[in-house]
């Protein structure tokens, strides 16, 4: 098992920038593909940003050049940095984590995650 909180959540103005952090409970997290989720309400959950195996990261297209996925092992968190935010960025944000033992994990899919935080609400105003 493996339990995640997420922090950092906030209100900011267009243009502005946040960053999201993920605590992780256990110390073999180090191994594990990780990533950032978001859900506006009324819309389906949207993959953001993950690392996935060998510590390969991928973006949604909506936010490449804008957000950044980090992790500091030490630590056992994950960070998304979030620039140039945008009203349309406004919405639930949640971290997953996954062994992703097997092959073809992607990374942006929500259903290949095992383990979920509860989130942290990110708003962004025009």
């Known amino acids: 098992q493996v339990q995640l909180v997420e922090s950092g959540g906030g209100s900011v103005q267009a243009g502005g920038s946040l960053r999201l952090s993920c605590s992780a409970s256990r110390t073999t997290y180090s191994s594990y593909c990780i990533g950032w989720f978001r859900q506006a309400p009324g819309k389906e959950r949207e993959g953001v940003a993950a690392i996935v195996r060998y510590g390969s990261i991928v973006y949604a297209d909506s936010v490449k050049g804008r957000f950044a996925i980090s992790r500091d092992n030490a630590k056992n968190t994950l960070y998304l940095q979030m620039n140039s935010l945008k009203p349309e960025d406004t919405a639930m944000y949640s971290c997953?984590?996954?062994?992703?033992?097997?092959?073809?994990?992607?990374?942006?899919?929500?259903?290949?995650?095992?383990?979920w935080g509860h989130g942290t609400q990110v708003t962004v105003s025009s």
């Open positions: 997953a984590a996954d062994p992703c033992r097997g092959i073809g994990f992607q990374g942006l899919n929500a259903d290949e995650y095992n383990y």
